[in-house]
């Protein structure tokens, strides 16, 4: 796709689309207690500052490694954990400073898919008690109309119906994916956190629920947040994507923008890491080999938080934390590379 | 071939139609049904397979590191050094696993003993295997861990494995793997559980080991990216069978069994054309209850004809070195 019709597809986004979820420099800190009195000794900073916008009906991409707190942002915008700091507002109401009793009848508009479809489904409820509970929880409909509802939603993820009355060991790891997409679809979400989906499935199976995903999307005007570790899987289903590295989002752009060009030196690097199913490609040349590790959330580095990996790294970039910033329109990034304005002098 | 090979007359590992059977108490369950492969010193051989497919579970049993029962080899001869592996008694099995045979496990973490040190289990196999002393094994432990590229080495030696991270712990994993200048290293997903660019750290360095050291590798994996970047050579397994055997290019540029090429459509891919809708493999693996009497891939087949139902496929040459076991090998399903 040429950059000007991306740049024209992000401008008739930002025009027509609606933001559904608004997320602006989101903390999640975790405690650390240590020593004889227990007393607090620091924080995991698992997400530190992060701020990014999910359109209706788009799937937004969020990637990055182990520990870069993905998982943790995606919780923390649904409020599963009490967050920091910082303002999450799902369909213009402010719920970060929400009490979770308020929450609870908001809870019906926003839902999660987790990772392990193993250990998300209770082994001692049948398919049908665990996905007509939220049913139970939210609604008054009576014992029938639950039942026709959970036929339903086992016909829309492609469960047969007559495995109701089964429990969650006899399914196969792909089906009991869709026991838990069809418990989060049971009330009718507009937004879904889908944390790592596929992740624990076979490559066969991959394939099969996220093409599931696409369809219920389409089919329901779903709104994704899709969190995973495989960039060719989000290059798929992602609309946009967003990178993290330990706790911030270094880049986000439109799909095309961020696999084509990608700007962050992590994001290069993290593109060029993917092994390519195609010997003939595989050149070695052009490939960046991140050195090192990932430093400890618990004492990020002094600037920018990639500056002890970065193949491309400056003084700057040891000693003042990069702005996050718009280098075209829609295109995010966080690194001194791409700085306009500002602290050019060096101060 | 890589340079630092040494010229053999025949392969360093042959294995011709191992099959191991589980006797559970719900039955048998045919793992892995009459696998045959040989490996070449100084190549490495990618085996790839979704769970189940039996690729673990063939590893484990030419060694003997299956608990028997439940486990049971029913048929299979695997020769190395001169020696059938199945009908070898114990202590020369344990003398050869970790000193000519190498192992590497997926798990850096669970793999390691979280109460010694590293340098402790470095030296263990020297110790037992070469006969070494403490001060010649923590020598050459010190050597192992530059090998593998991790940095004061001298020190880490006294550290445990809680202070190493994934990917660090997977390098001592691969150099006490390597104690022992072995002719083998089997590799079971090894970077399974690391992050892709802790996965391409080990990728490099496991392509840059193998040069210098001219040993047989088999490196067990789940992903093509991986096997592409990496394998000479690639055995496909699908429901404890060898599928499709082929080396590397050929097999990605001419996949002749209809699972390989179905595998290789359903993967989408970081760069080139982004497809619209993923292909899907339809249906489940099969379960292996019983030896097969129809081709195990017969299910999701979308080429399976008649034949496929009622005899079990054998593997046969399509191209030079490249076989399938497959009756329909290359056919393209019939449009519409």
Redesign the interface.
Known sequence: MPPALIRGLCQLLDNSAKKLVEVKDLKMHFPVYAGLFRRKVGDVKAVDGVSFDVYEGETLGLVGESGCGKSTCGRAVLRLYDITNGSVKINDIEIGETPQSELRPMRPEMQMVFQDPQASLNPRMTVQAIIQEPLDEHTTLTKAEKAQKVGELMDAVGLNRAFAKRYPQAFSGGQRQRIGIARALALNPKFIVCDEPIAALDVSIQAQVVNLLEDLQEQLGLTYLFISHDLSMVRHIADRVAVMYLGKVVELAPREALYATPKHPYTQALLSAVPEPDPTKVTGADRVVLTGDVPSPSNPPKGCNFCTRCPAVMDICKQIEPTYQELEPGHFVACHLFETTGEQGGS | MPDGATPVTGPVLDVSGLKTVFNTRGGEVHAVNDVSFDLTAGELLGVVG??GSGKSVTMMSLIGLLPMPPAEIRAGRVSFDGLDLLNTDVETLRAIRGGKIGFVFQDPMTSLNPTFTVGFQLAEPLRKHMGMNKRQARVRARELLELVGIPDADQRLDDFPHQF?G??RQRVMIAIALACDPQVLIADEPTTAL???????I??LMKELRTKLGMGVIWIT????????IADRVLVMYGGQVVEQAP??EL??NPQHPYTR???E??????GE??E??????G??PILGAAPTACPFLDRCDVATDRCARENPTRVEVASGHDAACFNPGAVPIAG
């Open positions: 979704e769970s991270s990917g660090m992050d892709v660019t802790i996965q391409a750290q990728l490099e789940h992903d093509l990216g991986v096997i592409a970047g590397v290019r990605f540029e179905a595998l290789l359903t993967i989408p891919s970081v760069s982004r497809e809708r993923l292909t899907v493999i339809e489940q693996p």
